[in-house]
DNA sequence: CTGTTAGCGCGTTCAA
DNA sequence: TTGAACGCGCTAACAG
């Protein structure tokens, strides 16, 4: 089995020099065209191929974007990805893509070999950030994180305007009526759901809605955890008429549990999403009768788009200052929610 | 700022010679535990990171294997790959995911990519493959393909067995005496479609199913069309009393038409899927009332480990027999499908 | 516009 | 067990 043929191999055949036959091929640098096309016949008739490795090796630059994903089932994500590699593509870089499961040590490996393999660029979505993964980052490539962002702010950063949606949330239930309304925000290391938190316990007085801690869980983004943090909410307390989940899928946890208490959702509960995950042309019309979430709509297209910018800006310009976007939510009313009736 | 420390700089502060300090690193050829210790200190103190780019270049192994997948937000996607990562990953590969959106330039460019990257292999889920994608692969690396295969058998394959599910179908259909059963088959282009549509020519009759060229429809695996597929059945024929779509999203298309034409399902119509997309942990408990498809369920985790192991043999051993893969299905027995009834 | 030259960082002979 | 030397395929000066 032969070695695949290399630069100098087109070269000889096309009567050329090395570097020459290079430039044909690169388009780099002044080249006669007629000479570029001998080369380029050269190239097809020896099935040539540029290495990608070699010139990277050469370059220090790799074309080359990691996207990590939390979770690649979650309709909302390959949007993102689509809206970053749309603004990639035309500049000739690839999209490497990890699905790391939330699990960090995945993420870690996958860093780990982006790194190595010399990547111009990671965006993270939604990722967990332990420090090691930070201080990782902190020597290596421009990095932009999404929803999520670690601690200092040394990183560009793109998200929703987290504090906006749920003020939207607060605003819509309030006018329903609700006064005691559950909260279960996402897990402690989200700082998402840290802001929105922090948004749920300032506006919640604001708009004539009990703050109080015990109605307040912490929980993971999930289904079941949030099920089964709906199920503490409504036993601790029988004066709730609304709960607040942390994202859609969450909320139809919450929703199952309710049902399976006997609770009509919204006659007896009101419930909220964040995501609008089932927004899909496809979900709209797949289950006529289903629950349409009230919910928070997130520009999710555009948050990939302005992601992969502030990448790119940042690869042009490294020592430009950090970036914070912060995108405008949309607020959706479903018939999840409803007027405000005392449970008990 | 400063280059980022090389093997060179790693010897030199562990006053040992390039050489050594390579073998230490990368754990080949003999070395003294001591210096070894010392090294690893360097390179820890250094802060030095193996060029995974500079290895592939010498040893033409990049440890990395491109994935492409149809449609990433389709829940069967994500199990194959994460069986194919479970296997490769303990080998020390990476797994490179690309989403093609059953865009065949999207398609041609990451193969272009990964070959350019020395990507040791490739696996191709459900692609459509024009003849310039298999004809650049025939020269490339391994490749197996999942679900759908080239024409010519000369790539390993690895993919469900389709006439098992037809025949399932139809037989459940039959003894629920069915006679007059509408198909919609997934493209032409589509190997696995040619094989179910075969299947369902050939055991129709067996079942005492009428076989009809009319009743028989080719559409793309998608929700839109296979609903118009379905509104052109219907449309054509009063005796259809069931539709056998081509998979569990599309028949949810399906089942919408009916219902819009002011059919019950399965009073009226029976109406099968294929793939079991749906049957996750969550989505059974999020709509109690939702339809229950009679689906054909897929090994999907299995799926990916196979193709996995597939692409190791023939990494291993390149000149090994092409393999075919024909791992078994299952049938599921939903609530959408009953007692035949004559619609007119 | 073209050719010459010198590495990029590493793995791998081969001798010592 | 270690060190010296070479080259993977390419780009980027620089000189012609």
Not at 92 to 115: I, P
């Amino acid at each position: 089995m032969k070695r695949a043929p290399n630069i100098s191999d087109v070269a000889a055949r096309a009567g050329i020099s090395r570097s020459t036959a290079a430039r044909a091929m690169s388009g780099n640098g002044y080249v006669d065209s007629e000479t570029k096309k001998i080369v380029e016949q050269a190239a097809r008739e020896l099935g040539y191929r540029r290495s990608a490795i070699a010139r990277t090796l050469r370059t220090n630059r790799s074309d080359t974007v990691g996207i990590l994903i939390a979770d690649i089932s979650n309709p909302i994500f390959p949007r993102i990805v689509k809206g970053a590699d749309e603004v990639l593509a035309p500049e000739g870089m690839t999209l490497l893509l990890c699905n790391t499961e939330g699990d960090s040590v995945k993420q870690m490996a996958f860093v780990q070999k982006m790194l190595e393999r010399q990547a111009d660029g990671l965006i993270l979505v939604s990722q967990s950030l332990p420090e090691a993964v930070t201080a990782l980052l902190a020597g290596g490539p421009p990095s932009v994180f999404v929803n999520r962002r670690p601690d200092p702010d040394a990183f560009d950063y793109v998200g929703p305007d987290n504090v906006a949606g749920i003020e939207a949330l607060l605003a819509h239930l309030s006018v329903a009526g609700h006064r005691h309304v559950g909260y279960i925000g996402g897990p402690e290391n989200s700082s998402t759901a840290r802001e929105r938190l922090g948004a749920f316990q300032e506006a919640a007085p604001r708009f004539g809605i009990v703050s109080d801690p015990d109605l307040q869980l912490l929980r993971e983004y999930d289904y079941g955890a949030e099920r089964e943090g709906a199920a503490e909410l409504l036993t601790r307390s029988g004066r709730i008429t609304a709960i607040v989940a942390s994202n859609d899928m969450a909320a139809m946890g919450v929703i199952a549990e309710a049902r399976s208490r006997g609770l009509r959702v919204p006659e007896d509960l009101s419930v909220t999403g964040y995501d609008g995950a089932f927004r899909e042309p496809m979900w709209e019309s797949l289950y006529p009768d289903r629950p349409q979430l009230t919910t928070i709509g997130l520009p999710r297209r555009q948050i990939g788009v302005e992601a992969a910018r502030l990448l790119l800006r940042r690869i042009k310009a490294p020592e430009a200052a950090v970036a914070k976007m912060i995108l405008p939510i949309e607020m959706i009313a479903g018939n999840t929610t409803g007027p405000a009736r005392p449970r008990s």
